[in-house]
């Protein structure tokens, strides 16, 4: 402990002492949510984004939003939840998978993600579609119970509620699920409750859905709490759903 001369000099000195200079943030750094090809372009430090001319931004000031992929994942609960979250200009939305192969959603539409598990950014929303081809899947239920902990949002459509309960961190929950979905919980997933008359349900930072059809309500609520009311309200009114709202 300095002596009292010692510190009454200190106190002296003090407005003489040159100011240390604030430290920037930690990066990489990224143009904010732009939808161009520079989506994901990083730089070491602040500046314009040499292909948009965007401000940039460090990553971590922007949420992250990882929509996974999956053999035969249902269309809907892929695109809605993506086209969404992306549409509000204020998160990055990317397909995150354990490869990167290409899959077919609905039989309809072939996409390759654009981050496997290894690569992909700490998620700030992880989105889990209706799959039933990743049951079982150790490596999967281990990223989703890693991301689950780090994530502050998580959205599960109709299977994709049956995938997180196979991974542990819906234990103790009552969620929706179709009568297929609660019989197959009751030998793969015993601690989660499928509700076959729940069409919708949260708990804490858990929001499931049981089909497609309210799941822009969930992002919206998301969003609402993620980015603030203001975008939530303009990206509802965006999709004309304003004066529903």
Known sequence: MPSAPLAALTLILL?????????????????????????????????????????????????????????????????????????????????????????????????????????????????????????????VLEYLRAACARAKFVLAIDAGALLLAQAGVLDGATVPGNRFIAERAKETAPKTTFDTELRSARHGKFLIERDARGTMDAVLEILGEIAGAEVAERTAQELGLGEER
């Open 15 to 139: 407005p003489f002492l040159p100011a240390r200079a604030p430290q920037e943030p930690a990066g990489p750094w990224q143009c904010e949510p732009c939808g161009a090809e520079c989506h994901f372009k990083s730089y070491t430090g602040p500046g314009s984004c040499g292909v948009c001319g965007m401000k940039l931004v460090p990553v971590a000031s922007v949420p992250q939003v990882g929509v996974l992929l999956a053999p035969d994942a249902d269309l809907l609960s892929i695109t809605v939840p993506l086209g969404v979250f992306a549409g509000s200009g204020a998160v990055r939305a990317f397909t995150v998978a354990d490869a990167r192969a290409k899959f077919r959603a609905g039989d309809a539409l072939d996409m390759t993600p654009q981050f496997t598990f290894a690569e992909a950014p700490a998620l700030d929303v992880l989105v889990v579609p209706a799959t039933f081809g990743l049951f079982g899947d150790e490596l």
